[in-house]
Nanobody, 120 residues
Framework: QVQLVESGGGLVQAGESLRLSCAASGSIFSINAMGWYRQAPGKQRELVARITRDDNTNYADSVKGRFTISRGNAKNTVYLQMNSLKPEDTAVYYC??????????????WGQGTQVTVSS
């Protein structure tokens, strides 16, 4: 059994910052890429940022220069530092991880989502 547990969402004003965290636990052999996605009401889920096991990163154009993704030393935790937040960043943010199980299968897992609301 594998779980991704997110934390750190909330309500902030435009220009403020939030830091999201996501920790993976369970029967995990290793974790490849981890990432953050978001889904606003009435819109499709979209990639926000992604980081590989080697710490290579990529970002959505809309968040470049404002958001930073990083991983913990144990590589089972991923963070999203969000600065200069805008109302259009309001969404449910989901953690995603490509997890290698002890059976050698690689499976994509999702967290339950955390709400980020930015008021103008």
């Amino acid at each position: 059994q594998v779980q991704l547990v997110e934390s750190g969402g909330g309500l902030v004003q435009a220009g403020e910052s939030l830091r999201l965290s996501c920790a993976a636990s369970g029967s995990i052999f290793s974790i490849n890429a981890m990432g953050w996605y978001r889904q606003a009401p009435g819109k499709q889920r979209e990639l926000v940022a992604r980081i590989t096991r080697d710490d290579n990163t990529n970002y959505a154009d809309s968040v470049k220069g404002r958001f930073t993704i990083s991983r913990g030393n144990a590589k089972n935790t991923v963070y999203l530092q969000m600065n200069s937040l805008k109302p259009e960043d309001t969404a449910v943010y989901y953690c995603n991880a490509d997890i290698v199980l002890w059976s050698s299968r690689t499976v994509g897992y999702w967290g339950q989502g955390t709400q980020v609301t930015v008021s103008s």
